[in-house]
């Protein structure tokens, strides 16, 4: 395969390998029984039910426990009330996350290679994660920075480890698509357009948790082996 990515003008670096895993992504996708496809026509992005056991969601919110952190976000100018929650990438070597992380490298189809670590993440109340795009904006220099370490993000997989008592939902404004956590429900998004460049339409915010605790994980894949 080959790309042009040499001109600092390109809108659109890592565009053909975006367009590339958004096909076979969504083919694998549309094939599988257990996913289902949510009918909007502006994001390919898919929900599976129970991906996780309650089980696997509970052993999961104590890793998340143990590593969560204050929250950062891209630009560090952002006022502090953007991302609230804790976050914290939880330990890859724990055999219990690899098996996880390898479910869903083979629910997506895509390399495991191109898979960050799981990032853990929990809100209490009053807690959210205002609206946002997970690609990094092309041209910035934390974009200039990443594509040395596996280019732009190319599909997010999240999974909710528990119901919340009320509020947490996950909203995307610009397509009218509110998700409503429920325990070991995955939702995946292409953060690209069919033709490889970053979908403005995938914007979307954690909405402040009103009562009780939110825990998710969230996987973000490359465009290209991630890594140092
Ligand atoms: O917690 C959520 O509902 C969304 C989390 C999110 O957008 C992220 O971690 O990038
Ligand atoms: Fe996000």
């Known amino acids: 395969m080959s790309s042009s990515r ?6 659109a670096p890592d565009r053909a390998a975006l367009a590339e895993i958004g096909a076979q992504v969504c083919e694998r996708l549309d094939a599988d029984p257990s996913v289902y496809r949510v009918p909007v026509e502006q994001i390919d992005i898919f929900v599976v039910q129970e991906f996780l056991t ?3 969601c509970l052993r999961f919110i104590d890793l998340v426990d143990m590593t969560a952190v204050p929250s950062s976000v891209f630009d560090k100018d952002k006022v502090s009330r953007f991302r609230t929650s804790y976050s ?3 330990d890859r070597n724990d055999p219990f996350v690899g098996m996880i992380e390898r479910r869903i490298d083979d629910l997506l189809g895509i390399d495991s290679s191109f ?6 993440q929990r809100y ?11 690609w990094f904006p092309p041209q910035s220099d934390l974009f200039r920075t990443e594509a040395k370490m596996g280019g732009q993000r190319s599909w997010t997989a999240m999974i909710y480890l528990n119901d919340v008592e009320a509020g ?12 409503t956590p429920r325990q070991g429900m995955l939702l995946a998004w292409n953060n690209a357009h069919a033709n490889g460049t970053p979908n403005t339409y995938t914007m979307h915010a954690a909405k402040p ?14 465009s290209r082996r991630w890594g140092y």
């Open 115 to 120: 898979g960050e670590t799981v990032q853990g």
């Open 124 to 134: 209490q109340p009053g807690q959210e994660y205002q609206g946002h795009c997970d």
């Open 168 to 179: 947490g939902i996950t909203e995307f404004p610009h397509v009218g698509v509110s998700v």
């Open 88 to 90: 914290g990438d939880v």
């Open 54 to 56: 309650p089980a696997e």
């Open 6 to 11: 040499s001109s600092k003008a390109d809108p």
């Open 209 to 222: 948790v009103e009562r009780g605790v939110k825990y998710v994980i969230t996987k973000w894949y490359r």
